[in-house]
């Protein structure tokens, strides 16, 4: 954490109140929100296609057509994201916002952390910058079974130092179908824990966050609301970049171009997960019950969406 007298980041944080991320803001408010230093913190479950606006991003840059990113950060360091205490996560995040190089981009799959501002400290100096969190997530049933069989055959992008620690830690591993796994009750296709992932995404990393329950799924749509100004869905992606466009144009002006140039890229082909296998129905509709509070927030995020794209589109 920050020594106490440092420079701290604004957060933006209870939108419904400040600049609502539920359909109330107007245009001047979002120009001012993008324009302040903004550092966007692209936090998102794996397997949600998530790398896509990360090429969005690098290609705006590139593309120079406007002021976009000045520093784009992948915060994925495995023994602090997954293994860390939630103090080194706390750390890890925080420090990432503290020093970035505005407007910038830092991109995680960390679960929803409370920033400084957040946890209601006692802050004796700031610095003029704004901390906008957005997301994307996807049907929760597609997402386990491609991050189920990305674990065991990955895609075709080299693989990074990061992912090989990732798979080093991972406890040996088989290539029996996902439907075999189901039937064979194997914690990683049928324990708790990986039926509520979108869940855990939002809610944090309090223990109750674990536990598939209406406590830990009304946490999670209430940090949504709250903290995230944006929530896109996979299945719309580009809906959701023409999103991002309209909300943050200071920051995503000519992303819906870089974005269609990036689906017909080589890169975005080699990032598709390999040798995955359709399930059975049976599989599907066993799983998706066990899912059943990933999918109740899964279409609380579609409604939320659905809305904004009415009032921006």
Sequence with gaps: ???????????????????????????????????????????????????????????????????????????????????????????????????????????????????????????????????????????????????????????????????????????????ESYDECVRRGRPECVAELFQVRLITQFCGYEKGCKKANRVSLERAKENVKNHFLIVGIMEEYEEFIKLLEKMLPELFKGSIEQYKQVMKSERESSMKTTNKIKPENSTIDKVKHLMRYDYEFYNFIKERFQEQKKKYL
């Design 1 to 175: 954490m920050l020594a106490r007298g440092e420079a701290q980041p604004e957060i933006v944080t209870n939108y419904r109140d400040k600049l609502t991320a539920d359909t109330r803001f107007n245009k001047s408010q979002l120009s001012s929100l993008s324009a302040r230093n903004p550092v966007l913190v692209f936090s998102v479950p794996p397997k949600c296609g998530s790398r896509t606006l990360l090429l969005v991003a690098m290609s705006l840059t590139k593309a120079g057509n406007n002021d976009s990113f000045r520093e784009i950060t992948t915060l994925v360091d495995f023994k602090i994201v997954e293994k860390g205490s939630i103090q080194q996560k706390f750390n890890y995040i925080n420090s990432a916002i503290a020093q970035a190089d505005t407007p910038a981009f830092l991109y995680t799959h960390a679960y929803y952390i409370p920033y400084e501002k957040e946890l209601g400290m006692d802050l004796n100096h700031e610095i003029d910058k704004t901390v906008i969190r957005i997301s994307i997530i996807r049907d929760p049933f597609e997402r386990k079974v491609s991050h189920y069989y990305y674990s065991r055959f990955r895609d075709s992008e080299p693989e990074t130092k990061e992912e090989l620690v990732w798979r080093n830690s991972l406890k040996t591993i088989n290539t």
